[in-house]
């Protein structure tokens, strides 16, 4: 019999397929450039700079910062997002892309000079899970390097929860979403269905945790890091619940 925990990383692992490129992709991808350089000028490195992208997804960050003259990696578990990533980055040499679970970075200590990890891509374990995550970025990382990690956070999430939404994609596939929202477990239990134009359905359900920012301070020091440093969206600004969250650790 599985774990509670292997069975949560299943569905997540059926999660981010061709479905996740279809309903996803074309919204994710219209910031990225802007995102990538806001992130890495953020984390103050250089060109030439050993960057680790985790989890790298279809490469919408990899790609452009590896353009820009940083050595980036980036890892991911879904086979279906690195087969897209690869495509994009085409034959150059950098990013370099590989298949692996970010519980367990397959490095060095101190090999990277700055770990990019955007856009809610923490929240899929429990808290002793997530904060085990973030203790491998801090090994990984070299003495006085940081870790940039963007993220919807609960006080955000309170203000522009919707119960439910629903698109139509340019296939003509109809694309639902119904949400609960549990405030006191700082969860947010999601059911999607996708009914293509000849009438086929294809249900998907998913729990994501969302932590505050003072929950993300506290895992980030539990973690190891040293200084954490939490920003409304890409600014100096303080924690609002008018934008996401960007934290800064070292």
Not at 19 to 35: F, G, I, M, Q, V
Not at 41 to 65: K, T, Y
Not at 98 to 113: E, G
Not at 207 to 229: C, D, K, N, P, Q
């Amino acid at each position: 019999m599985r774990s509670h925990l292997q069975e949560m990383h299943g569905d997540w692992d059926a999660f981010f397929d061709t479905t996740y490129l279809r309903t996803h992709a074309p919204h994710l991808e219209e910031s990225a450039d802007d995102e990538a350089h806001a992130a890495i000028a953020l984390a103050g490195a250089a060109p030439g700079a050993a960057v680790l992208d985790v989890p790298c997804g279809f490469g919408r960050h990899s790609v452009p910062l590896a353009k820009a003259g940083y050595h980036v990696t980036g890892i991911d578990r879904s086979e279906t997002q690195l087969l897209e990533a690869r495509r994009r980055a085409g034959d150059a040499p950098w990013p370099q892309l590989r298949r692996a679970d970010y519980r367990d970075l397959p490095f060095p200590d101190a090999s990277f000079d700055a770990i990019l990890c955007l856009f809610s891509s923490l929240g899929y374990l429990d808290r002793t899970g997530d904060v085990a995550v973030l203790g491998e970025f801090r090994r990984v990382l070299r003495p006085g390097a940081r870790a940039i990690i963007e993220t919807m956070h609960r006080d955000r999430l309170a203000r522009i929860f919707q119960r439910s939404e629903w698109e139509r994609l340019p296939d003509d596939t109809l694309f639902l979403q119904q949400r609960t929202f549990d405030a006191v477990a700082g969860t947010v239990a999601s059911e999607q269905l996708l009914v293509t134009a000849e009438g086929k359905r294809t249900t998907r359900r998913f729990v994501h945790r969302i932590y505050t920012a003072s929950e993300w301070a506290a895992m980030l020091h539990e973690a190891g890091f040293e200084l954490v440093e939490c920003f409304a969206g890409w600014t100096n600004n303080p924690v609002s619940p008018d934008e996401r969250l960007v934290i800064r650790a070292r």
